[in-house]
């Protein structure tokens, strides 16, 4: 049961992961803790085993990536770009998953207050009014999609550069990466 001094120990470790405080980071706190209250996880602690599918890349993000310790790098933090305030905590050994949505959010005819305001009702308000929860089914992940090593190595055929886990693609029977393939989000000036 989610309680205020760990809701406090949390909000503390994701400001200083984020570099300070805004109502992003304390909604993103409650969540991320929500979501592993849900999968019967416990705080501080590593869980192999956990992804969490983020849908929007604000701040909410960071504050649940502080409290549930998923990275991009270690695979366990995936990104899609929904522009939602949800995020879905998938426990890979059971198949069980929550898409957790902040219901407030959510709401369209919303009282104005201040940053101090809105941080108190979050770090007051139980999570279970604060956030809608599904219990969902995430749609199985590629083996090269899933945390560890890289699982699948290329050479791109035309930039030579290395290329992992799979995202390259097969043209004339060479690989190439996506950047070359397609259009690239960057251009090389001199």
């Excluded at 426990?91 to 201040?114: C, L, P």
């Excluded at 009014?129 to 083996?143: P, R, S």
Aim: aromatic content about 8%; glycine content about 8%; hydrophobic content about 35%.
């Amino acid at each position: 049961m989610m309680n205020i001094d760990d809701y406090d120990e949390q909000l503390k470790k994701a400001v200083e992961f984020h570099g300070e405080l805004c109502g992003g980071i304390a909604i993103g706190t409650k969540l991320g803790m929500y979501g592993l209250e849900l999968l019967g996880m416990e705080l501080n602690k590593r869980h192999k085993n956990l992804i969490v599918i983020l849908e929007n890349e604000r701040c909410t993000a960071d504050g649940i990536q502080a409290v549930t310790k998923c990275t991009i790098g270690k695979r366990s933090l995936k990104l899609v770009y929904y522009g939602r305030f949800a995020a879905t905590f998938y426990n890979m050994d059971t198949g069980e998953a929550y898409r957790v949505s902040d219901a407030d959010a959510n709401k369209k005819d919303k009282a104005k207050e201040t940053r101090e305001e809105m941080v108190e009702r979050f770090r007051i308000t139980p999570p279970e009014e604060l956030f809608n929860v599904e219990k969902v089914k995430v749609k199985e992940f590629k083996e090269a999609q899933k945390p560890g090593d890289p699982h699948v190595t290329e050479w791109c055929c035309e930039c030579g550069e290395k290329i992992t886990d799979n995202y390259h693609l097969i043209i004339d029977g060479n690989p190439i990466c996506k950047s070359c393939a397609e259009e690239s989000y960057y251009e090389v000036i001199d």
